[in-house]
């Protein structure tokens, strides 16, 4: 527990009313999207870098862990307090600082919603291409932490594709500034690559610079239904192979299209066991010969059938079911380990079918949807817990996919982290020299080790 004389050196510093003790507030700040939950003993909301780096300094010294906090949407459960300590919420950081036309570059808090800085740049015709389907309730700052992805991945890259610079508060206090406002930089080592994707291990990120590019002027959403994953899948390669890089190619198995069928505006052919939501952007011209090329290579593989959206507001929707997949798994059962992993574009034929017959051997379903463009694939395996033995094979399931992911030359993780749900797996991944390497890295950051412990590196 953090001792009182501490909590009220932390309430001197951003005043009272930024500070929390009850307890019976703290279960909205112990938790996140794996509904895993661990009480911290307070939070903090500071409001500038100085206050933080003041709160940083003192838990350098008095040797309590803080753990940095966006929106709590994280699927690793990063921002979980599994310490105890102080949860240090980026809530007061929701500024856009600056949008500069001339530079196209923008400079944002971290707490600032993602829609919002999309929305933002967008009514200048500037984009911010990363999407997560969080981006209604993730924030910057936990994007920038995460190194998250999301649907436009697979033409425009990921968040660290976008981040110029930062400025962050080291666990020992001092603030500083990686990177650059300019195009190039290359002075020194990449510290600004180093901190996004770093899981809140290694620094407070305090503000942010991004890369912004010229907002596309038309778009077109598509459907493309098919018989099996399979045929999904395999159409995915003939698009790719084609040289048309969508701006979306996500993947929905029957499981998935079963859990939204009811909120899409076009009629499901039944005996579709797959779907493809497909988006290509760019100007009027290029848009059309790509969605007219990707109807035909659809056709010419193994679709059922093909829709297109006719206006935004039939986009939208569309967008909607896409985006609301992940929270109606939950209806089909409530207990289910997600994996978000990635292989190459060309092995994911070879990935379904393991899918598909490790389920059948395990006697568990095995929803997939995702990413489908770069090799992203969101695995769920769902289980019963009451039901004797289901739980335990739904482990092993989870151990052999990743091994298999491996074989196949992919990555335990795409875009959700390690956090604590990885953890046991990153020896799997990476060798013991380039764990140890990581571990010597964290320890130059953070010689305390109070800055999210627990996180990244598995214990035992
Ligand atoms: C329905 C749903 C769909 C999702 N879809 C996607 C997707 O398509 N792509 C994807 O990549 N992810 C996705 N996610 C996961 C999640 O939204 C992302 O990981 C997101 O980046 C987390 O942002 P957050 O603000 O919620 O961060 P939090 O969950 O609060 O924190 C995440 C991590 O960032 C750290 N952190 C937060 N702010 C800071 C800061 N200022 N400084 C230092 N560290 C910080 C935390 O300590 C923690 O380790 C999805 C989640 C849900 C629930």
Redesign the pocket.
């Known amino acids: 527990m953090i001792p009182d004389a501490i909590l009220d050196k932390i309430s001197d510093i951003v005043g009272a009313r930024h500070l929390i003790t009850d307890q019976d507030a703290m279960h909205e700040y112990g938790s996140?999207?794996t509904k895993l939950e661990f009480r911290p003993d307070a939070v903090v909301f500071p409001g500038n870098s100085r206050e933080v780096s003041d709160i940083m300094r003192l838990a350098t010294s008095a040797f309590f862990p803080v753990?940095?906090?966006?929106?709590?949407?994280?699927?690793s459960g990063?921002?979980l307090p599994v310490m105890g300590g102080l949860v240090m919420s980026?809530d007061r950081f929701n500024r856009i600082l600056e949008i500069d036309q001339s530079n196209l570059i923008c400079k944002v808090e971290?707490g600032v919603i993602t829609a919002h800085l999309q929305e933002a740049v967008e009514k200048v015709d500037l984009f911010y291409p990363p999407d997560?389907?969080?981006l209604n309730?993730?924030?910057i700052?936990?994007?920038v932490?995460?190194c998250?992805?999301?649907?436009r991945a697979v033409k425009y890259g990921v968040t660290r594709d976008y981040v110029l610079g930062l400025t962050v508060v080291l666990p020992t206090g001092e603030i500083i500034k990686t990177g650059v406002e300019t195009m190039k930089g290359v002075a020194g080592y990449d510290l600004t690559r180093l901190i996004t994707g770093s899981?809140?291990t290694l620094?407070?990120?305090?503000s942010i610079t991004l890369r912004l590019v010229p907002k596309p002027t038309h778009k077109k959403t598509m459907l493309a239904f098919f018989r099996d994953v399979s045929g999904a899948v395999q159409a995915v390669s003939i698009i790719i192979r084609s040289k048309i890089v969508p701006a979306v190619l996500e993947l929905m198995d029957r499981y998935c299209l079963d859990s939204v069928r009811e909120e899409m505006t076009y009629p499901v052919p039944v005996e579709a066991g797959a779907m493809l939501l497909i988006e290509v952007d760019g100007d009027a011209l290029n848009v059309e010969r790509d969605a007219e090329k990707i109807r035909d290579l659809c056709y010419g593989g193994s679709a059922l059938g093909f829709e297109s959206a006719s206006d935004s507001e039939e986009s939208e929707r569309i967008w909607e079911a896409r985006r609301n997949v992940?929270?109606s798994l939950n209806k089909l059962s409530p207990d289910k380990i997600s994996e978000d992993i990635v292989v190459p574009r060309s092995r994911m034929v070879e990935l379904i079918a393991f899918l598909e017959e490790a389920g059948r051997r395990y006697g568990l379903q095995v929803p997939a949807f995702g990413h489908a463009g770069d090799g992203n694939i969101h695995v769920n395996i769902l289980f019963d817990r009451e039901k004797p033995g289901d739980e335990e094979n739904a482990r092993i399931l989870v151990k052999e996919l990743l091994r298999h992911v491996i074989l196949l030359g992919g990555t335990i993780t795409g875009?959700?982290?390690i956090?604590i749900t990885k953890a046991p797996y990153l020896d799997m991944e990476l060798s013991a020299a380039g764990i140890d390497l990581m571990s010597r890295i964290k320890k130059a950051f953070d010689p305390a080790g109070i800055l999210?412990p627990g996180?990244i590196f598995h214990a035992g």
Request: glycine share 24%; charged share 15%.
């Open positions: 996140d999207a753990v940095p906090r966006g929106a709590g949407s994280g699927m990063g921002a980026m971290p997560p389907a969080s309730i993730s924030t700052g936990g994007n932490a995460e998250a992805g999301g649907l899981e809140g620094a407070v990120i305090t992940s929270p875009e959700h982290g956090g999210n996180k």
